[in-house]
């Protein structure tokens, strides 16, 4: 007891010597050091590397910034608040919120069958995803008219039972999935990949059945990805124009969503440009308002 007790100031004195003559600290002492000494964000940073950050900055800022200066704000309340602004929100809202339903039904098993393929599977899979984010939207509405259009692939068979899709509200939804279903997978895929599958395997040799492991360990592992896979895939049905105009028109009240009632307002005969900018901005602020929310959310769900 007595060479436990004469130990313990011969460490410290130690310690304090050390300390005195400059030598660098144990590990302990290390991490004692409190967190805003021990790190400073952007203590390392290259001075060169502020340029183009902040002209990134500033090609993502701008132009919503000449937008606002472009607004007449006094003609906002009454375009924003029109009956047909309100019928393409209402429109966009509804058919993107279906896209994001259809997409985590069919994109969750998708991205686990993706995380834990062998690796030239994963990477096949992995290609098909990406393939709408690389393509330009127009070419996906004119590859899902080629598909379910009255002369399509599935189309003519469609027609015969009497089912026709394009140029419907069922057509505005299959193409807002199909190019934010990518969105949705590549992130849940990313976070499956981190998690890696120890816990999977724990679980299993613990005796739980394969769907018991995927509902009380995968998915709650993966719920960050899964969040922000779901607003991304939200947020890109609801801003989606190009494969929506070609493939289910531009009807007003069952294919005219936000996007098309910003370009037929832009470009519509004896409608004013201010219009036009009066609903993109209020489209924005529907954006901001989800990525606001969902964000918030998981802030207050880490603390």
Do not use: K
């Not at 089912?163 to 499956?192: C, H, K, M, Y």
């Not at 049905?237 to 531009?250: M, S, Y």
């Not at 924005?284 to 918030?296: D, E, H, Q, Y």
């Amino acid at each position: 007891m007595r060479t436990g007790g004469r130990r313990a100031p011969r460490a410290v004195g130690s310690s304090m010597t050390a300390a005195a003559r400059g030598d660098s600290p144990t590990p302990d002492a290390a991490s004692s050091l409190p967190e805003p000494v021990a790190r400073r964000r952007g203590e390392h940073l290259p001075a060169w590397l502020l340029i183009p950050a902040i002209i990134a900055v500033l090609l993502l800022v701008l132009p919503f910034v000449a937008l606002l200066v472009r607004l007449d704000w006094a003609t906002v309340p009454a375009a924003i608040t029109s009956p047909a602004a309100l019928q393409a929100l209402g429109l966009s809202l509804t058919t993107a919120a279906i896209a994001t339903v259809i997409c985590a039904i069919l994109g969750v098993p998708l991205a686990v069958a993706m995380a834990r393929s062998p690796g030239w599977l994963a990477s096949v899979l992995r290609t098909l995803t990406t393939l709408p984010l690389v393509l330009p939207p127009l070419v996906g509405g004119i590859a899902l008219l080629a598909l379910l259009g009255r002369n399509g692939l599935l189309g003519g068979a469609l027609a015969v039972s009497g089912i026709r899709i394009p140029f419907t509200t069922a057509a505005v939804v299959i193409a807002q999935a199909f190019v934010a279903l990518p969105f949705l997978v590549i992130s849940i895929e990313g976070a499956l990949r981190a998690i890696g599958t120890e816990h999977e395997r724990v679980a299993a040799g613990l005796g739980a059945s394969r769907f018991t492991v995927f509902r009380r360990v995968t998915l709650p592992l993966a719920a960050p990805g899964l969040i922000a896979g779901t607003v991304l895939c939200f947020a890109r049905a609801l801003g989606e124009f190009g494969a929506t105009a070609l493939f289910a028109g531009n009807a007003a009240g069952v294919t005219r969503t936000m996007p098309l009632a910003i370009y037929t307002a832009f470009n519509g005969a004896g409608v004013e440009e201010d219009t036009a900018i009066a609903l993109s901005l209020l489209l924005i602020l529907v954006a901001l308002a989800v990525l606001v929310l969902v964000r918030g959310w998981r802030a207050g769900a880490v603390r």
